[in-house]
């Protein structure tokens, strides 16, 4: 009787002690992991003594330390020749595009003719003035009035006289013709985009057979050529109003470009810009309204690879010594 | 003699098994009601333990859950990012918008934005794709409840298009994420294109997501936040609460739950107790005869106590067991998507089983330590 | 016979009360079932107390072997004044001294045979097997050995009442109290649990009552005690001719 096996005795509380032993390992197995995880990737953080430390944070985008200039044309025309490439470190007054200048040459061509034919005037009313002069000198030289009729002297006098002022009329054809040319070399030469400064090439938005207005460059039209001294970048960052009284100025700035996070990167102190101004939200859109007013301030960057312009960054700057946190909301 | 306790309980195999079942109903009903209320009212936290990475919500003074937040301006990142003892912060936003269907249907969704480059704020796992197609221009990854909603059919719901706020979305993922209370549609992208998503508003930035300094506490660091923004910080743990707690505040269900879960403990009670009353006076003659031959009333307890004790092991294991059951067996079924069992409900309905036990064993025993053994000369 | 005092009782008595009363509450009023009895039991005699329904024969027999407690008087079993045992030590003197055989039998229906028979030795504390192994002995003398292992319900009246019979007699007590062996018996039957109660009940250093009102039986007892209303009419080896 006791070593036959009993459902209700034996099978029935083993089998519940297993089940419920199951039970419990499933339990904890099945409880849920609401641990927090490390972020697989590292986000922005402030490094070494600002990682505990009073500081303020901002973020920003990378410029050229000349800021990006937008080159434009002074004339409008086609372009028909593009020297530069996106990348291209180019001199100060190094040849960026040419606009068409045909026009400007027909002048150019026209004007040096009408040199030449002013010349050539000068030249004839020259001679004339010189026949006309030796004339009236030979005849004043005759003693002898008789040897000459009154009439002769007179109209050799009218020649050597008109000679002279045909003379002067060339020489002031020539110097109009000077001055033409001299005004469509210097519109050929307003037809060819120079490098204001020397720097880099960031953007090239035009190709020959383009039309270029003058207003290029402003407005809504993207900017011709973009370029800029990158060396060295700068990063502007922006502060929000509230955090200004706290920023210490001067010191060096650790940035870290975004999507690189665990790049920290110290950037020299440039200057801040006298004006507050309106944040420029990352969206852009036209209906973007804005109620947040940011400093911002300019940080020089080390050389590195690691920086783009136009790039977004995020900084640590050190906030001064015992400067009180703002508690605005 | 407790050898003898328990023969005398199975031998009666009607009554152990009314006993059992008894004592494995209320089990079952307590635990097994309990921790569908407990993983309900959890779904309320659902937002904050979907972003594991985040020890620290910082959000509006005004905002309560994950789901009822008031935005705020975008340099609130910063001034969180300049408080010492933040190691990090990213933004995460998080809005309703309806989303246009290939179909053309509509239907409400919850756009989360994470953050662009470190993608802070996406669940911990993702059931299809990896969490890199993120990057990819015009990518959304929808969570696994939303996938049963929005394409029912079983399509796959990967390289579907969407049309959010007359912008292009394209699912390039699916991500294993714990529903929310509602079980709507969550849609998971980074925080430029969610800001495109989403009908604009003049501030975006619903929550900023902060990781503590090594060295730091939770509580420390939100506290320091409160006082050098002025906004409101809550821990992980006190944000899951205040989710968990705004169910409980505007929801029925705790009342729900509770009568219940009381009604189990009732029916335990009653059916326990008649039947373990009924049990003792069957056999009262059989104990008068026993405490006549020279059994004392401490055994007789004991043996009750035996009797009661396998009872309760037995019913408490099959409820406990039924639950696990009813909760894997379904485990498939998107409601029940997530559910677990906390270990403190199975502690909990054993100590019901247990009051259960107590209650009505010593209602039973009373009628046997009160019989007189000279009564079996009678 | 000494009637004032506990201290007339012989050495050799097994049980000697003194004077026992017994009063019950029923509601308003107090009645007494009792009414100074005085007697002593004898080992190895068989003892009957007789008597009709309500002379309080049940409630004297109750009294002499430790399960009720008298309202007034003395009871000395083997020399152990019992009424002054803690309830403890009273149920422990039960269990080593006292066999019952219950009218009913009041057998555990769930438990074999032999489980039965050894429950005295079970709550001793004796191990289970060893026990089974005792009463199964026992079984074996009482010829129904080749029943050990069958639950109470699967054997007949007479059988479970050898096997409750077994149960009083298994730890070896020095008191045997038997209520009405033979009431559900017909008179041969009858005869034949009384033979066999005398064959192992009766021993020279062994107390054996029996509380019945079958008259087909008294022949068989060494001693026959007659109560009536409470009070002891008769007391010797036969019974009065006016019964």
Not at chain 1, 248 to 276: C, K, M, Y
Not at chain 2, 288 to 305: E, F, H, P, Y
Not at chain 3, 60 to 88: A, H, N, Q, W
Request: charged share 20%.
């Amino acid at each position: 009787m006791l070593r036959n096996l009993s459902f209700a005795r034996q099978i029935l509380p083993v089998g519940a002690l297993i089940g419920v032993a199951i039970a419990v390992w499933l339990i904890l197995v099945g409880l849920p992991d609401r641990s927090t995880a490390a972020p697989a990737e590292q986000p922005p953080k402030a490094v070494g003594k600002l990682a505990n430390g009073e500081r303020v944070a901002g973020a920003g985008v990378v410029e050229p330390a000349s800021e990006v200039i937008d080159i434009g044309s002074a004339l409008s025309g086609l372009v028909t020749d593009v020297l530069v490439r996106p990348g291209d470190r180019v001199a100060k007054g190094q040849v960026l595009f040419l606009v068409d200048a045909r026009a400007a040459r027909a002048s150019l061509d026209q004007a040096n003719a009408a040199i030449g034919e002013a010349r050539a005037a000068i030249a004839e009313a020259s001679t004339a003035q010189k026949t006309a002069r030796e004339q009236l000198a030979l005849y004043r030289s005759l003693a002898d009035p008789a040897a000459v009729s009154r009439s002769e002297v007179i109209r050799a006098e009218g020649e050597e006289a008109a000679a002279t002022s045909r003379l002067g009329s060339a020489r002031a054809r020539l110097a109009a013709a000077q001055s033409a040319a001299a005004a469509a070399r210097t519109e050929i030469e307003r037809l060819t985009v120079r490098a204001p400064i020397s720097g880099e090439i960031l953007a090239v938005n035009v190709h020959p057979g383009e039309f270029v207005a003058t207003q290029g460059g402003g407005g809504s039209n993207s900017p011709f050529i973009q370029m800029g001294e990158t060396n060295p970048l700068h990063v502007r960052v922006d502060i929000d109003e509230n955090e200004i009284g706290r920023v210490a100025l001067g010191q060096p700035a650790v940035i870290s470009p975004r999507g690189a996070a665990e790049l920290h990167v110290n950037a020299t102190f440039v200057r801040a810009e006298p004006q507050v101004v309106p944040k420029r939200s990352l969206t852009n859109s036209a209906a973007e309204r804005v109620d947040v007013r940011v400093l911002q301030l300019i940080y020089a960057l080390p050389p590195s690879e690691a920086f783009r312009v136009g790039q977004q960054i995020d900084a640590f700057i050190p906030a001064k010594a015992g400067a009180p946190a703002k508690t605005e909301g | 003699m407790l050898w003898i306790a328990i023969r005398m309980l199975t031998g009666d195999s009607q009554k152990f098994y009314g006993l059992l079942f008894g004592i494995a109903f209320s089990t079952l009903l307590i635990t097994q009601q309990m921790t569908i209320f407990v993983n309900l009212v959890e779904r309320g936290a659902s937002g904050v333990y979907n972003a594991p990475e985040a020890e620290v919500w910082v959000m509006d003074p005004v905002s309560r859950t994950t789901d009822v937040s008031y935005a705020m301006p975008s340099t609130a990142l910063d001034k969180v990012r300049s408080v010492p003892g933040v190691e990090w912060a990213v933004p995460h936003l998080r809005a309703q918008a309806n989303v246009r269907t290939a179909d053309g249907d509509l239907e409400g969704v919850a756009v989360i934005g994470v953050d662009d480059a470190t993608l802070i704020g996406l669940p911990k796992r993702m059931a299809t794709g990896d969490k890199n197609v993120l990057f990819a221009p015009d990518t959304v990854v929808i969570d696994d409840v939303g996938v049963t909603r929005l394409f029912s059919n079983g399509a796959s719901p990967l390289g579907e298009r969407l049309e959010l706020n007359d912008q292009r979305a394209v699912i390039r993922g699916i991500a294993d994420a714990i529903p929310s209370f509602t079980s709507t549609v969550v849609l998971y992208t980074r925080y430029s294109n969610a800001l495109n998503f989403v009908p604009g508003t003049r501030n975006r930035l619903s929550f900023v997501l902060v990781g503590i300094s090594p060295g730091q506490t939770a509580e420390g660091v939100a506290a320091r936040i409160e006082k050098e923004t002025g906004l409101k910080a809550e821990t992980r743990k006190e944000f899951a609460r205040a989710g968990v707690d705004f169910i409980i505040q505007n929801t029925g269900i705790p009342t729900n739950f509770g009568i219940t879960v009381f009604l189990g403990f009732v029916v335990g009670v009653a059916i326990v107790g008649l039947t373990f009353s009924l049990f003792l006076r069957d056999n009262i003659k059989q104990f008068g005869a026993l405490k006549a031959i020279g059994v004392t009333n401490s055994r007789i307890v004991q043996m009750v106590g035996v009797q009661a004790g396998l009872v309760g092991m037995i019913g408490y294991s099959l409820g406990v067991v039924g639950t696990v059951a009813f909760i894997k067996g379904f485990g498939s079924n998107p409601f029940f998507k997530g559910f677990y069992i906390p270990w403190q409900i199975p502690l909990i309905s054993l100590a019901a089983v247990v009051v259960i036990l107590a209650i009505t064993g010593f209602i039973a025993i009373r009628s046997v330590l009160r019989t007189e053994p000279a009564a079996v000369f009678r | 016979m000494d009637t004032t005092s506990i201290g007339g009782c012989a050495p050799e008595a097994a049980i000697c009360a003194r004077g026992i009363t017994r009063d019950f509450e029923a509601g308003q009023t107090t009645i007494r079932v009792l009414h100074g009895i005085d007697t002593d039991i004898r080992s190895g005699e068989l003892t009957y107390v007789v008597g009709e329904s309500g002379s309080g024969k049940t409630t004297l027999i109750s009294i002499m072997c430790g399960i009720l407690y008298p309202t007034e008087g003395e009871v000395k079993v083997f020399g152990t004044d019992i009424y002054k045992l803690t309830d403890t030590e009273l149920v422990n003197f039960r269990l080593k001294n006292i066999g019952f055989i219950f009218q009913q039998y009041n057998l555990i229906p769930s438990i074999d045979a032999a489980a039965n028979a050894a429950v005295p030795l079970i709550a001793q504390g004796v191990p289970l097997a060893e026990a089974r192994e005792r009463a199964k002995v026992l079984l074996d003398k009482l010829n129904i050995g080749n029943q050990a292992d069958k639950l109470p319900r699967q054997l007949s009246g007479g059988q479970q009442q050898r096997v409750a019979i077994a149960r009083a007699l298994v730890h070896e007590p020095r008191l045997v109290v038997c209520d009405e062996p033979t009431a559900a018996l017909d008179a041969r039957s009858g005869r034949r649990v009384m033979d066999l109660l005398r064959e192992v009940a009766v021993a020279p250093d062994r107390a054996c009552i029996i509380v019945t009102h079958d008259n087909r039986i008294f022949d068989l007892a060494d001693r026959i005690i007659v109560l009536e209303d409470g009070r002891i009419t008769h007391d010797g080896t036969e019974m009065p001719d006016d019964h």
